[in-house]
């Protein structure tokens, strides 16, 4: 079977570290790099085996690419995503989708309206941990969630210390980049739709003045659950992990949110504390497969676009209510 033939948006760290590999693996064939540095797509491209580097996107189409995956900042992914639907291309977006939920609704339609597949790289919902955690509760195992909590925290990588840190316009801080995986997460985990958030920020001295670099969110969701975030850029020494306490027993995860596939899962209830056996697998792999499913018409990427759009809101909602003193509702 041909491969699906790939184009990068973007001469990105993300792609460097895990997604070049990830649609290699996946099967797909990356034919070309946009980069707005022509020098530095070109280096991109020698350095991963890309035959192409191009400056623009209506080039990067018009070099027979059927998917681009972008992961330009995250201001740039309305325009881009819209340019490529235009162009009958399937979009891979990285998450946020967007800054403002009017781009990412514009996302969504033009890409409905182009019949092309869009979809959110929200790539913690793939994970082994999230899918057991996920079964256990649908099937009853820690009876009616009530309170989940994460810890999303640690301190940012010194080479990712860029526009996260210092260009609000592309979205910088804590909540855009990690707010958004979270509510991703949990909506995955729980089956269950946010409805409302309260945040308060910091700045603790790494972002620019006026980003906060970490945050602290109450999310409601529509059953009534509780859901407390800890996203920063700042703590030296935390440790991530996902709880989520039920009216019959407690799910605990730790270590379990990074791009590296690893952590640990146990279950706690009247029968004691068992750990839950966990095959431990690459979060992006499957997340491209099932895009490349999708557009053969083999069911829905992992997240879609509305996935995206939602977990934005949750994002924005945070800090709108950060911004203001007050509950705010999430639009989406
Ligand atoms: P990068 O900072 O590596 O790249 C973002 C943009 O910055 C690129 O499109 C590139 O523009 C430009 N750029 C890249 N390197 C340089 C440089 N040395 N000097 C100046 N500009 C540069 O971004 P990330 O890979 O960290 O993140 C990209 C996207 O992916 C974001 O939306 C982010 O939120 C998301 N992300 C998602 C993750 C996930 O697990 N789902 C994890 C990490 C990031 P161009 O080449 O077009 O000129």
């Given at each position: 079977m041909a491969k699906l033939r790939w184009g990068l948006v973007g001469a990105t760290v993300i792609g460097r570290e895990w997604m070049i590999a990830a649609i290699r693996e996946a099967g797909g064939e990356i034919v070309a790099v946009m980069s707005t540095d022509a020098a530095r797509g070109r280096a991109y491209a020698e350095e991963f085996g890309v035959p192409k580097a191009v400056g623009t996107l209506p080039e990067l189409c018009s070099t027979g690419v059927e998917a681009v995956y972008i992961a330009t900042t995250n201001e740039r992914h309305r325009a881009e995503t819209l340019a490529a639907a235009d162009a009958g291309v399937h979009v891979l977006c990285e998450k946020?989708?967007?800054?403002?939920l009017s781009d990412a609704r514009d996302m969504v339609e033009a890409c409905a309206r182009a019949g092309v597949v869009l979809a959110t790289n929200?790539?913690?919902?793939?994970?082994a941990i999230a899918g057991r955690m996920r079964e256990i509760i649908s099937a009853g195992g820690i009876g009616r969630p009530l309170i989940a909590r994460i810890v999303h925290a640690g301190y940012l990588p010194e080479h990712l210390h860029r526009w996260r840190l210092h260009d609000a316009r592309a979205g910088a801080g804590a909540i855009l980049d990690l707010t958004v995986h979270d509510a991703d997460l949990l909506r995955f985990i729980l089956d269950d739709e946010p409805e409302a958030a309260t945040a308060f920020a910091q700045?603790?001295?790494?972002?620019?003045?006026?980003?906060?670099?970490a945050a602290l969110s109450l999310i409601r969701f529509r059953s009534g659950l509780l859901a407390q975030l800890f996203d920063g850029f700042t703590t030296r020494y935390a440790e991530t992990g996902v709880e989520v306490h039920g009216s019959e027993g407690l799910l605990i995860a730790r270590?379990?949110?990074?791009?590296?596939p690893r952590g640990t899962l146990a279950l706690r209830s009247s029968a004691g504390e068992k750990m839950i056996p966990l095959n431990h697998h690459n979060y992006y792999v499957p997340g491209v497969r099932a895009f490349h499913d999708a557009i053969a018409g083999r069911g829905r990427p992992a997240a879609t676009g509305e996935d995206g759009l939602i977990s934005l809101a949750v994002a924005l909602a945070a800090q709108k209510s950060a911004d203001s003193g007050r509950s705010a509702r999430v639009e989406a």
């Open positions: 946020p989708l967007a800054t403002r929200h790539h913690l919902r793939n994970g700045n603790g001295g790494l972002a620019a003045a006026g980003i906060e670099d270590d379990c949110l990074s791009q590296t």
